[in-house]
């Protein structure tokens, strides 16, 4: 079984946001045990990756794999939501695609989140010297992105849009989860650039899924906070 911890989630001021990124990553959870239990079951007793049950593969997906998962979890939570994933976004080149749009509709309102994604492996460095100017430099690149395929089509968006990124980290090795979950009460006080982050793990690997909520207005910084 996959456990599902929320590490944290900023105090947003707007209610739905806070809701909606409250339920969408704990389905996400559910998504992943659905998937393990479904599909990465292997025949005969057969190992995964690194020697592990196989079940701990759902944390080695790509990036668009993640996404899908994503999808899954906001359908699911909030069925009447509209999702577009993977769009060629306007007088942007052919390969340029947005990764994931959400319109997410609350109290006879609408918002829309337009998300950027990316992969990574957790590595010591990155949490043994974690430095939250880096993690803000490293968002912003993510967010700058996003906001290049909102500023394309803007015209066209009928909401206020919030700008996310979101980073699907897997961590690999065992003893590096098991240091990682020894300090989760310490990151949101150490961490003070990053919106939400949540742990999804077996007692051999993990997927840290984390990131920011701004308006295209908004730069990734350590006072950055979203407002409605």
Known sequence: MINTQKVFIRNF???????????????????????????????????????????????????????????????????????????????????????????????????????????????????????????????????DQACKYFEAEKEYYQNETYIVTIIFEWIRKTDLLDGIRKELKEYEKDDSVTDYCYLYHTHEAGLMVYGTVLLPTQTPTISARVKL
């Open 13 to 143: 001021s707007s209610k739905a946001i806070q809701d909606f990124f409250t339920k969408t990553l704990d389905a996400f959870g559910e998504e992943l045990n659905r998937l393990a239990s479904q599909m990465y079951k292997y025949p005969n007793g057969k190992k995964g990756i690194d020697n592990h049950e196989s079940i701990n593969d759902v944390f080695a997906l790509i990036e668009r794999s993640y996404i899908g998962l994503l999808n899954n979890a906001v359908v699911r939570s909030f069925p009447k939501n509209s999702t577009l994933h993977e769009f060629i976004v306007s007088g942007k080149k052919q390969g340029e695609r947005a990764d994931y749009l959400v319109t997410h509709h609350f109290d006879d309102q609408s918002i829309n989140f337009l998300f950027e994604g990316k992969i990574s492996e957790a590595t010591y460095k990155d949490y043994e010297n974690y430095d939250p100017q880096v993690a803000a430099q490293y968002y912003k690149q993510i967010h």
